[in-house]
Structures are given as C-alpha cells and as structure tokens.
C-alpha cells in the first residue's frame, strides 16, 4: 500500500544517532550495512508460499554485492553493532520535513544521547522504558490439539505458572499454509515461550546449547499439564516420537527439527507494564519536537501493553498528530498495569466500547 503511495523503503540501514537544537530534530545519522547488486533498484525483503508473502528467516542474499560469501552471511544485520559500509547525515529541510520514529524504546538509549541531555522527559522515559529478553520454541506435532488435550477443553492461548516457558498459544491454524511433504505432515503447532533469565553457574553458556536444554526441560516436566495424552505413561515426560521429524530422528534428538529461538538485542526486548511505570511513558503526539511523533507499544495513550494492539493504536495516534482525521476505537480504554490480571479479558464500559483487534494500518 504504501509503495503505491510513492514510498520508498531503504533495508540494511540502521539509526545511530538523533540530534536536535530543543525544539526540532535538526539531524539524523545513519549507517548503510549492504550495498545491493547492481540490478537491484529497491531490496525485495518477502517471499511467496503457497500465494502468500511472507517475511524469510534469512536475507534475499542474491540481491546484495558478495552476497554468497560465508562473511557476509555470519553476519548479523539486526545488531546494533554490526558493521557497515559507510556513514551519512540526514538533515531537516534537506532530506526530511517530520519524523515518525518506530525504533523500540529498549534500543534509543544510545540513538537518543542527545536527547535525553536537551530533554529531560527522554531522560525519564528511556530509563523506564522496562523490557526483558525472550526465548521459546515451536513444536510440529503428529496428533492433533484436541488429541492432545485429550478429555480437556483445547484453548488456543494460556499460561503455565512455575514454568520456564509459561505461556503457550495453539498455532495449527498456519499449518496449511506451510510446505510439508504429505507424509510428515503435522497436525498440530504449539508455540512456547517465556523471559530469558540469565543461565546458573555451570549451565551451558552458548545460545544453542541454553535454548536447546531449557527446550528439553519444559518437554520433560510439564507437557502433562498442558497435553495429558501427549505424556508418556510413567513419567510427565513428552513422548518425543510425536514430534514431527521429517529426518527421522528418534527421542529428543527429534528437537532439532523444532524452531528455537532466543531474542535478546534491544529492539527485539518485549515491553513491560510494571507497576508506576506509566506515567513516565512518552505520548505519540507529546515528544516534545515540534517535527518528530512517536510510535510503539512503549508509549502511553492506549492499552499501555506489550502487545499489538497498544503498537496499532500508537501509530495511529501518530498518524492523526500528522494530520490524519481519525477516531481510534481502544485509546481510552487504558488498563492500569497493578490492577492487571492478564488472564482475565477487558470489559466493556458505557462510556468505553470493548477495543477491536486491529491489523497493522
């Protein structure tokens, strides 16, 4: 939609720095991580499966310079501190008139230097801007949910308290529209994932090993609760053979035809709504620079929750500080973060309409 409004997007780049004079943002500095190949005008960043686009789980290295070299893919692009190629300066009147800033507040701090010297709202907000570091798993299963639940009612999202990955969500609704061969096709996909805590002295220290055993300690304590047909008999231990393994593996090596994952950069931090936290929030349309709005589910002005629908909401917002007319069902149906029980749904009021879920404008 918005390329068909003249957009243009620029991948590989990344903001390394914002610098004002008070009242505008005057500058912005930017470093350029890739060079395209030559016939490449405009990086393409979606693939298509089964007519649907979809973003990869690597980069289109055909469409970068030195793309098939082993140092290139090593590296990291979504790190802060991954290399680049060169450095320029985008300045106001020259290369922008306003901003929209959508960069996650965990990752601003060293974005925002300047800012939070000349602003002491920035100040404030960044050091509140409370998020931890996840990790979790996708698990293809052989039986389906219900099957797996056995005699007990198959929800589609919950959580385990006392467990290293307390909140799961049924996701076999995306298994059609993924590429599995008929015969190792799953029935059933459970996604698992909780706060990353740094590992005890004596755990293993890499990403892969951490994940794989914290993985490996969820299937072999708790898939009972969860799925009381999925456990063996004797003990509360999966029965891995469920795991769909299109290699053939068997016990809980099949783990390995699973997805892992772990995300611990700052923009990739989930946000937090810990109690008194909000009133140190930011507001979309208040930056407090007359060219530059906010977006993201770390400000306030909505739900004030680490979720999508505080993110659409924010950008909205954002949207009608530009000039949009918009009236935006949710804004002020905040929820007060001590008084929140997560497992419970928001009620209506009459003055307040149950907010919709919204797709991303």
């Avoid at 505008?24 to 960043?45: K, S």
């Avoid at 993201?296 to 949009?324: K, N």
Wanted: proline share 9%.
């Amino acid at each position: 939609m918005l390329r068909r409004r003249g957009v243009r997007f620029r991948f590989f780049h990344k903001v390394k720095q914002l610098r004002s004079d008070g009242e505008h943002l005057t500058a912005i500095r930017v470093g350029r991580q890739v060079q395209l190949d030559p016939g490449v005008d405009e990086y393409e960043p979606l693939v298509t499966v089964k007519g649907i686009p979809c973003w990869p789980s690597r980069p289109h290295y055909e469409q970068i310079v030195l793309g098939d070299s082993p140092l290139i893919q090593a590296l990291d692009f979504e790190s802060p501190d991954s290399p680049e190629i060169e450095e320029f300066t985008l300045r106001r009147g020259l290369d922008f008139d306003e901003v929209i800033l959508g960069i996650p507040g965990p990752a601003l701090p060293r974005v925002c230097a300047e800012l939070t010297q000349q602003l002491p709202r920035w100040r404030e907000a960044l050091e509140h801007a409370d998020a931890v570091a996840t990790l979790g798993v996708q698990l293809w299963l052989s039986p389906s949910w219900a099957q797996l639940a056995g005699h007990t009612t198959p929800f589609a999202a919950g959580a385990l308290p006392g467990a290293s990955l307390p909140r799961w969500a049924n996701r076999s609704t995306v298994i059609p529209h993924e590429g599995w061969a008929p015969e190792a096709w799953p029935a059933a996909l459970a996604a698992l994932d909780g706060t990353l805590r740094e590992p005890a002295s004596g755990q293993p220290t890499t990403t892969r090993e951490f994940i794989r055993d914290t993985v490996g300690a969820w299937l072999r304590e708790h898939p009972r609760r969860l799925w009381p047909e999925a456990a063996l008999a004797s003990t509360c231990e999966l029965n891995w053979e469920l795991l769909v393994d299109p290699a053939g593996r068997t016990g809980e090596h099949r783990l390995a035809a699973q997805h892992c994952w772990m995300l611990t950069a700052p923009s990739d931090r989930h946000t937090q709504s810990l109690p008194g936290g909000r009133v140190h929030r930011l507001r979309p349309d208040d930056s407090g620079l007359a060219n530059l709005v906010l977006a993201g589910d770390w400000l306030t002005g909505g739900l004030d929750l680490g979720i999508a629908e505080s993110a659409v909401i924010a950008g909205l917002q954002a949207a009608r500080a530009l000039g949009a007319p918009l009236q935006i069902c949710g804004e002020h149906d905040g929820v007060d973060a001590p008084e929140l029980a997560l497992a419970a749904p928001i009620a209506p009021t009459a003055a307040s309409p149950r907010p919709r879920l919204a797709a991303s404008p």
